[in-house]
């Protein structure tokens, strides 16, 4: 089994920063695409950002030019850069993975922007 572990969310204030973690561990034979999800309250899960394993990424309209997506290989993390951060992003932030024959996801973490 593969379990993914998610760190760094939090209270931020409207402008702000944060920087988002998720960490594969387990039977891991090979990671594809990684990508991070967000779910508000009372709307649907949504796209925010993916990189695949070549490095390709891939952003949601709402956060270009905010948000940076990277992944460490030799550590299968992946992170999410969140800067200029607004109260509309105010949701709870999951990791996903593909693997050869299935897709994780992460627990979630809180992210808060306050007014």
């Known amino acids: 089994q593969v379990q993914l572990v998610e760190s760094g969310g939090g209270l931020v204030q409207a402008g702000g920063s944060l920087r988002l973690s998720c960490a594969a561990s387990?039977?891991?034979?090979?990671?594809?695409?990684m990508g991070w999800y967000r779910q508000a309250p009372g709307k649907q899960r949504e796209l925010v950002a993916t990189i695949t394993s070549g490095g390709t990424t891939n952003y949601a309209d709402a956060v270009k030019g905010r948000f940076t997506i990277s992944r460490d290989n030799a550590k299968n993390t992946v992170y999410l850069q969140m800067n200029s951060l607004s109260p509309e992003d105010t949701a709870v932030y999951y990791c996903n993975v593909a693997l050869l024959i299935s897709v994780v996801w992460g627990q979630g973490t809180q992210v808060t922007v306050s007014s």
């Open positions: 387990g039977s891991i034979f090979k990671i594809g695409t």
